[in-house]
């Protein structure tokens, strides 16, 4: 969801949103990417589609976070382990993925340069590598929160570090600005984003509370229950002028609901209109009619809440065919399996 002068250049398809970690700002501000736990990566507006690691089959760690270089022609993908993944101009300039942390990594940030970058652990361990400073760190400090985000000043002389009360640890040349660590919050802070001129940010809450300090601007937000649709994760624009949040699916299916059993789903892009009559889009899937009805409400693990409203030649027994608009999402979903149930 977009907010101030940020583009609304796409959603993440529903199929990808449980997984959903991280998303970070094209050079341009103009688009961004979003970055699931199994390293899928999707680019939206002008964010160069660059690749992720989903590809390479099972993680040792989930992904955890996505920094762009400051040319918007790369970035760097990091694991909960510490494990670094570098895409078009990024460097790899080392990682943690073969030494043992006391807690996960959670964030990572680049320098102003592109040629360095820190990761932080949950523990407040800040770890560095290129030309990244060591500025300090929280480890050996007693939190009252876990840290959750990180994000460093436009000239890369400092960072700051959030924890999930909304508590600021600055370093450097960043500036402390405020913090939520002493109000009561409905909901954890999930993540932060910096203003590009050093002397902002925000912090994002799951609930999609927004929090601005310094020069961030504060231009909406999307307070709702967590439980049903969190906020995952902040980016800001480059001209601070407005930021994106990213919201993932529902974290469990409504409660009256049938089991149907596993099925073989695909995607398709093609537009127009469906075998119902309906339009094609992201609410729709193609069925086989003598197993779903046309016009079920279904629900699939993973995407859900579909209505079943297009039928298809190859769409025979336990097969599903999901829409999105374009070839290379559906290229990145291929074929899965997964678990059906026909809603009340």
Aim: aromatic share 10%.
């Amino acid at each position: 969801m977009a907010y101030g002068n940020a583009v609304a250049a796409g959603t993440t398809p529903a199929f990808f949103a449980p997984s959903v970690v991280a998303m970070a700002s094209s050079a341009t501000g103009n688009g961004y990417w979003t970055v699931g736990a199994d390293g899928t990566v999707l680019a939206f507006g002008d964010a160069p589609a660059l690749g992720g690691v989903n590809s390479l089959g099972p993680l040792t760690a989930p992904i955890v976070g996505i920094a762009p270089t400051r040319s918007g022609r790369g970035y760097w993908l990091v694991g909960a382990d510490g494990g670094v993944f570098t895409f078009g101009d990024a460097p790899y300039l080392g990682s943690l993925g073969n030494i043992h942390l006391n807690q996960p990594i959670v964030a990572i940030s680049g320098t102003a340069s592109g040629r360095g970058y820190w990761l932080a652990a949950a523990d407040g361990g800040v770890f560095t590598f290129g030309d990244a400073p060591y500025l300090g760190s929280l480890g050996n400090i007693h939190l009252n929160q876990p840290i959750v985000g990180m994000a460093s000043t436009g000239s890369g002389g400092g960072y700051w570090l959030a924890a999930a009360d909304g508590g600021i640890f600055t370093f450097g040349d960043a500036p402390y600005l405020g913090s939520t660590g002493d109000r009561a919050l409905q909901a954890p802070v999930i993540g932060m984003a910096a203003t590009h001129d050093g002397r902002g940010y925000w912090l994002a809450a799951a609930d999609g509370g927004i929090f601005t300090f310094g020069t961030a601007p504060f231009d909406g937000a999307i307070p709702g229950d967590p439980t049903v649709s969190p906020v995952v994760a902040v980016a800001g624009k480059p001209a601070d002028d407005g930021y994106w949040v990213a919201t993932g699916r529902p974290k469990t299916p409504p409660v009256k609901r049938q089991p149907l059993g596993t099925f073989s789903a695909t995607c398709y892009s093609l537009g127009g209109s469906t075998a119902s009559g309906r339009p094609v889009g992201t609410d729709v899937v193609a069925v086989d009619p003598r197993v779903i009805p046309l016009g079920s409400r279904i629900w699939v693990d993973g995407v859900g809440e579909r209505i079943a409203a297009d039928t298809g030649g190859a769409i025979v027994g336990n097969r599903l065919d999901l829409w999105q608009p374009t070839f290379a999402q559906c290229a990145q979903w291929g074929r899965r399996d997964v678990q059906v149930y026909l809603l009340g």
